[in-house]
């Protein structure tokens, strides 16, 4: 595991072309914060005892670039779920102060199948948070994907991804929140019944649903299974996040900006499965989400603003009014 404090010469933070792409001076402060949030899952995991991979286009941006794609803007890692599982039990005990984990088994509002580790819950001036992450305001945080076995039996797999396609049928189908009619919880008691796991009906049932997705997902845990992947990907058709289980083990750490990240023995695997033979050619597709990340936070804090001041702000006026508001902070 990476030791110490992680430095950052102030060039760093310099807007930057990268492949024809430019990216900002503010992304550039996002990549550090994230960095800090990689380290700290660095240490936690080394105390626990559980390891993590680079995963889709962190792992293609650590083999192809020596850090992040120049066009994403976050970064995705993977474990195995006996890893991940371990990792939501013990971490919360050791982590930092600025950090925290967010999962559909500790967090009633999150509703995404993976976990992550946070350093905010929303914008943060307190001039200590901004120090520490480089003048980057933004919540800041690492996904972390589950890797499960597969059953060595076709029908088995087949039948864990129908289950888990109904289940997200039923919860696409459910209100996002109560009161709920006779019919739908009539649906969530015969689910009950047909998979043996409880419900919480106090809890939001789109919720409570997808929990039951994650636990349908890890259910096959013999050691003996011959492939593992990503079961929501799975079972949304997605056969490229199907791998050998001997790809996922230790293989070495490999340069990723100014620190370094471990990957798996078999990341040319990982690799093909979901870019292609031609992964090391880079081509700009843009990221998976609307980019950059902290858009989304900037207008949340614009329609704050607005209604505090009851007019209307354009986006570059409230993303200024962040800019010199940290400035503020950090010069007084």
Known sequence: ??????????????????????VSSTMKRAWAAQL???????????????????????????????????????IDVCMLRSDYY?????????????FDIASVYNDPDKDVIKARIINSRHINFDKGFLERF??????????????DNIPNNESDFDEMKQSIEFLLKVEASIPEEGPYSDE????????????????DYNNRLRHEVKKLCDIMSALYAEDEATEVGNMLELAHGMN???????????????????????????????????????????????????????????MSFKEVLEKEYNRELTYEFVEDLINKNVEEVINA
């Open 1 to 22: 595991m990476s030791k110490g404090e992680l430095v950052f010469n102030e060039s760093f933070f310099a807007e930057e072309e990268r492949l024809g792409f430019t």
């Open 36 to 74: 800090e949030v990689l380290h700290e899952l660095d240490r936690v995991c080394d105390i626990i005892g559980v390891n993590y991979y680079a995963f889709c286009g962190t792992l293609l941006g650590a083999i192809r670039h020596g850090g992040y794609i120049p066009w994403d803007d976050d």
């Open 86 to 98: 371990q990792f939501l039990r013990e971490v919360p005990d050791v982590l930092d102060k600025y």
């Open 134 to 147: 480089h003048k980057c305001p933004f919540l800041n945080g690492i996904d972390i994907f589950p890797i």
């Open 184 to 199: 739908v919880i009539g649906i969530m008691k015969d689910i009950e019944e047909t998979y043996g796991m409880p419900i």
């Open 240 to 298: 490229q996040f199907r791998y050998k289980a001997e790809s996922f083990t230790p293989l070495k750490r490999v340069p990723f900006e100014n620190t370094t990240i471990p990957i798996m023995a078999g990341y040319d695997e990982v690799l093909r499965g979901i870019y292609g033979d031609n992964y090391m050619t880079p081509v700009n597709i843009g990221s998976a989400h609307d980019y950059p990340f902290y858009k989304e936070q900037i």
